[in-house]
């Protein structure tokens, strides 16, 4: 008991909000949340996301006197940099956001930025229950040091329907067998949209001699020869993708219509539960399902910040530790509410289902990766 308070004073020892940090313990905390509104940064292109966290509003107002406002964003980075702007102006308290939903790139910018506060996972009660066999300290190979606690699992996987495309590729060379036997009925979304940059990393962990490259930092004098058969895949595949490659889905969501109507074979998601969901929510046929290439599911963990200005520290202290709650990560698992895998243990199956992994390479390559695909095929 007296580590576990021990940990809840280091977290709050450099809060500028929170009244005597020292004598604080997680009831203190709880008190001081009450009354707080937490601005939530978070990416807000699904409707079940959506409902999720008015779910979770809903459940926090009621229990903690916290108001959870969703701050609905098309791209985090966009937070990111807002807060670049705050610390540049010198508002380093009573910030604008509160709580950001982050992974990879985005956290080591944070971090290196010093926009993050914390740490504080150790002090939030339910980091108890979290499955530590998940990669939950280190995030596209970056040690999360306590500064972001985990939400849920990430999987890269293709989605099919069994009526129209009975045995899926299992690689991305089948994937391009399957293109030019089937032309213009396979696609990918435009980088550096989330899913179209998943797709360009997952295809070069495949196809590249040097794999170990990947999980270190980015060189340039390493670039060219790594990714120089990422490019000639590419060179291949778009000719013969959808609408001849002068065109790309504009993400996930528009991947899976049109495999339901029937113009690309294959979707695309970041949910290992994405077929379920999408067959729960009516949007795909009862046939639809799920698959993860041979290598491995391209996989990370999704996570929850503070920024180091917030003015709802507390709030948002509480808010994230209810959402790593059993009942929160139970609810958020099942595919009928949203289908992302839970983090923490479960006595169940609701943990939700997942595939083989393959870790995410160092997050310098994804602006690496983005930059050369925009020089090569942006328009």
Request: proline content about 6%; cysteine-free; glycine content about 6%.
């Amino acid at each position: 008991m007296k580590q576990w308070i021990a940990a809840v004073t280091f977290a709050l020892a450099s809060s500028h909000v929170l009244a005597n940090p020292a004598d604080n313990d997680w009831e203190q905390i709880k008190q001081e949340a009450s009354g707080q509104t937490v601005y939530f940064n978070a990416w807000g292109g699904s409707q079940d996301i959506n409902a999720y966290l008015r779910w979770a509003g809903r459940e926090l107002k009621r229990d903690y006197g916290v108001t959870l406002q969703h701050v609905k964003v098309a791209d985090i980075a966009e937070t990111v940099n807002r807060l670049l702007a705050e610390k540049t102006a010198g508002k380093d308290t009573n910030g604008s956001i509160d709580m950001v939903w982050i992974n990879g790139e985005n956290f080591k910018s944070m971090k290196e930025n010093n926009l993050l506060y914390g740490p504080f996972v150790e002090a939030l009660p339910n980091w108890v229950i979290v499955d530590k066999s998940l990669p939950v300290e280190e995030d596209f190979t970056e040690p999360t040091e306590g500064l972001e606690a985990p939400w849920g699992v990430g999987q890269l996987v293709f989605i099919h329907d069994q009526k129209t495309l009975a045995n899926p590729p299992r690689s991305f060379a089948e994937l391009l067998s399957l293109a030019k036997a089937n032309p213009g009925r396979v696609g990918y979304p435009k980088p550096p949209q989330f899913h179209g940059t998943s797709f360009l990393k997952a295809a070069l962990l495949e196809l590249t001699d040097n794999k170990a490259a990947l999980y270190g930092p980015v060189s340039d004098a390493d670039f060219n020869t790594v990714t120089a058969p990422l490019w000639r895949y590419l060179d291949a595949l778009h000719p013969v993708a959808w609408r001849n490659g002068d065109q790309f889905p504009s993400g996930s969501a528009e991947t899976m219509q049109l495999v339901d109507d029937g113009e690309l074979l294959v979707g695309i998601a970041f949910n290992p539960n994405a077929a379920k969901a999408a067959i729960a929510s009516g949007t795909l046929a009862p046939t639809a399902r799920a698959f993860a290439f041979n290598q491995g599911a391209l996989s990370n963990i999704h996570f929850m910040a503070i920024p180091y200005n917030a003015n709802a520290k507390a709030g948002a202290m509480v808010a994230i530790n209810f959402l790593m709650s059993k009942e929160a990560q139970r609810r958020k698992s099942d595919t009928e509410v949203w289908g992302d895998p839970s983090v923490v243990k479960l006595s169940d199956t609701a943990a939700g289902n997942r595939f083989s992994t393959q870790p995410e390479p160092h997050p310098s390559w994804q602006t690496a990766l983005e930059r050369a695909w925009l020089k090569r095929y942006g328009q």
